[in-house]
C-alpha cells in the first residue's frame, strides 16, 4: 500500500477531460513538490510535470498541475487515445526521508 | 541530450546478490542538485523508488529494502553500481536507473529503457 493515493483507474471519452487525485499527508504532499509521469506499456517513464505545476520542455499544455494542501492534482485535456497509459504521482517525504511514488492510476480513453 | 543505460545479468539466482550499473551521459554527477535514482517494477505492479545517489555522495535508500541495497558511483566514469543482495522471486521486476534532480523538490526527469531481471533457481 502506497503512502500516496491514486484512484487504480479512471477513464473519458476522446476529446474529454480527466482528472488524478494523489492524496498524501503532511510530511510529503503537504511540504514537497509533487512531479508526476506517464507510463506507457514497455516504454520508461516520462516526467510531466515538475514542481506542483511546471511542464518540462516538449510536453503539451493539455497537461497540468496543480496541488492544494496535501493533496495534488493531474489534469489532461482534449484526451487522445495516445495518453492511455499508467500515470504515477510522486514527492519527497521529509520524515521518512525517502522519495515516494502513488499506486499509479491506469487511464482508459473510451 | 541526457542518456542512461542499465546493464547487468537478466537472470539470478535466489540468495545471490544483484549487482545493475547505470551509464549515463549528458550531465555530471558532480553537479549540485544532480542525483541518480534506481527504481523497479515488478511486473503488473507499481513503480517502487529503491534509492539514489546525490553530488555530494549522499545515498538514501528505500526503508523497507536498505539493509539489502548499496548504491555507488564512479564520477569519472559516469557510472552508478547498485547492489542489492539476498535477491528472492519476489524481487522480479524491470529496473531502472534515472537522473533525479534535487532542487527545491524531487524530479526524475529522464530514465533509462529499464533491465528485466528475473530471479529464478
Known amino acids: 500500500q502506497s503512502v500516496l493515493t491514486q484512484p487504480p483507474s479512471v477513464s473519458a471519452a476522446p476529446g474529454q477531460k480527466v482528472t488524478i487525485s494523489c492524496s498524501g499527508s503532511?510530511?510529503?504532499?503537504?511540504?514537497?513538490?509533487v512531479s508526476w509521469y506517464q507510463h506507457l506499456p514497455g516504454t520508461a517513464p516520462k516526467l510531466l510535470i515538475s514542481d506542483n505545476d511546471k511542464r518540462p520542455s516538449g510536453i503539451p499544455d493539455r497537461f497540468s498541475g496543480s496541488k492544494s494542501g496535501t493533496s495534488a492534482t493531474l489534469g489532461i485535456t482534449g484526451l487522445q487515445t495516445g495518453d492511455e497509459a499508467d500515470y504515477y504521482c510522486?514527492?519527497?517525504?521529509?520524515?521518512?526521508?525517502?522519495?515516494?511514488f502513488g499506486g499509479g492510476t491506469k487511464l482508459t480513453v473510451l | 541530450q541526457v542518456t542512461l543505460r542499465e546493464s547487468g545479468p537478466a537472470l539470478v539466482q535466489p540468495t545471490q546478490t544483484l549487482t545493475l550499473t547505470c551509464t549515463f551521459a549528458?550531465?555530471?554527477?558532480?553537479?549540485?542538485?544532480?542525483?541518480v535514482s534506481w527504481i523497479r517494477q515488478p511486473p503488473g505492479k507499481a513503480l517502487e523508488w529503491l534509492g539514489f545517489?546525490?553530488?555530494?555522495?549522499?545515498?538514501y535508500y528505500s526503508t523497507s529494502l536498505q539493509t539489502r541495497l548499496t548504491i555507488s558511483k564512479d564520477t569519472s566514469k559516469n557510472e552508478v553500481v547498485l547492489r542489492m543482495t539476498n535477491m528472492d522471486p519476489l524481487d522480479t521486476a524491470t529496473y531502472y536507473c534515472?537522473?533525479?534532480?534535487?532542487?527545491?523538490?524531487?524530479?526524475?526527469?529522464?530514465w533509462g529503457q529499464g533491465t528485466l531481471v528475473t530471479v529464478s533457481s
Open positions: 545517489i546525490d553530488w555530494d555522495d549522499d545515498k
Open positions: 503532511s510530511s510529503n504532499v503537504g511540504s514537497n513538490p
Open positions: 534515472a537522473r533525479t534532480l534535487s532542487m527545491g523538490g524531487i524530479a526524475v526527469d529522464s
Open positions: 510522486g514527492t519527497w517525504d521529509r520524515t521518512l526521508t525517502v522519495v515516494i
Open positions: 549528458g550531465f555530471s554527477l558532480s553537479t549540485h542538485g544532480m542525483c
